[in-house]
């Protein structure tokens, strides 16, 4: 048909539609974009994304609201269409996309809902593992609700432990209430400050720690139960990091579980299950954070929605659970998938954290220079300021690659290069790095001092990393050490 036909076609059936007051709003965009009524289509494909979002379809629902946004650029509603574009995005697991949609839906907005929109669109930033951009947004946002911001993981470790005397002068009651009778502001700061604390989580942990204990105070002092489950739980995990705070995370994730109960929600339960995940990977409990991280991914996948965050910790959690128990043949049944859909969705964070932290999976397929390949270009695509656990974790590829390859020359080389950045970063404060750290550099120094001619100062390493190990006295560390 020729295209005066075909669109005279398009509004026929259009108006019959309409006529019988048909709700297939799908096909009355259709027709209506057909017949070139652009105001109308869009309308119609707003009703349309909303539909498929009802329906757990966000990938449809946002290639709908982008119909309507495309179709209908000056339309009054475009404000409400771009942030429900954002939302869709950012439930459709596609963090980088979500976090320029709020930023976008930002501009037109008015004061106080340009300052939630940035929020979001920070911690989606932050999420995706895009960390340059998440966290120059989340440095604006925190000042303009009277939160400041640590300039180095030395003074947020300083803040972290003024904010527990607070918290343990303080402690854990509460007056409950309702959201709406907390003023937004406080909501607003809140919130602020669990975005930092979980979008930090596990990239610089002092940090991030230093806000989940702020968190957690300012939500004991609103009152408002769901933010205060959460605290907990989170800063409970937080605790199990190093045994001079466990005494008191094991009442904390007591508490994180009968209030968990109390909200009610899969997604109160499902974060006590990661904060016990995170604990008990911490404390080399792995049978115990692998059936915490499984029980958590099932409940996000099964019941909640908006959840990335959750889901990347759950994921990462079984993944080092079943890595320490050797389980490497289901690691590496699951790394490929895993992989392949954080690079479609552009979730870098995830993307990253398989190709370094989970890389044993190249080196137990023999293939150790595809697996130095995989994680030097992920970590190509990540923030080169500061040193991160990611920065922690290409180390640790490097060095044990190296080791693999029977270079222990080369291996020793990777753990000094970045050694001066990984002491700055407070990293070797978190029990579990500290371990491992002195575990890798034993090896190294054993394979220096086995490959060449006697050098005392190698085993001289090795006996000292050993004793450091000792010094932990953890049921997990301690066979290392010996």
Known sequence: MGADALRLVHGRMAAVLVARQSDDCEALFDHFRGAGEAALAAAQAALAAGKASAALAFDRAATFHRHALE?????????????????????????????????????DASPSRRVELQRRAAEQFLTGGHIDEGLALIRRVLSSVGVSFATTPRMAAVRLIWRRVRLWGRGLTFAPRAPADIDDATLMRLDTCWAAGAGLALVDVVSACDFIAQHLHMALDAGEVSRVARGVALESSARNADWPFRRSATRMARLSSTLAEGVGTPQARATDLLADSISANAMGQWARARSSSQAALTLLRDECVGVTWEINIAQNMLIWALMYLGEFTD?????????????????????????????IVWLTADQPEEGEREALEAMSRWSQKGFHRQHYSLRLVRAQTALYRGDPAAAWRALREQEAGLRRSMLLQVQAFRVESSYLRARCA??????????????????????????ERMPWSDPLGL
Do not use: H, M
């Open 331 to 359: 690691v590496s049944r699951r790394v490929p998938a895993l992989l392949a859909d954080a690079r479609r969705r552009g979730n870098l964070y995830l993307a990253t954290e398989i190709c370094t932290r989970s890389n």
């Open 446 to 471: 054993l394979a220096n001092a086995a490959a060449g001619p006697a050098d005392r100062r190698f085993l001289k390493v090795a006996r000292a990393s050993a004793r450091r190990i000792a010094r």
């Open 71 to 107: 179709l209908a650029p000056a339309d009054r509603r475009v404000p409400v269409w771009r942030e429900a574009l954002a939302d869709a995005l950012a439930n459709a697991a596609r963090p980088a996309e979500a976090a320029v949609e709020y930023l976008r839906a930002a501009e």
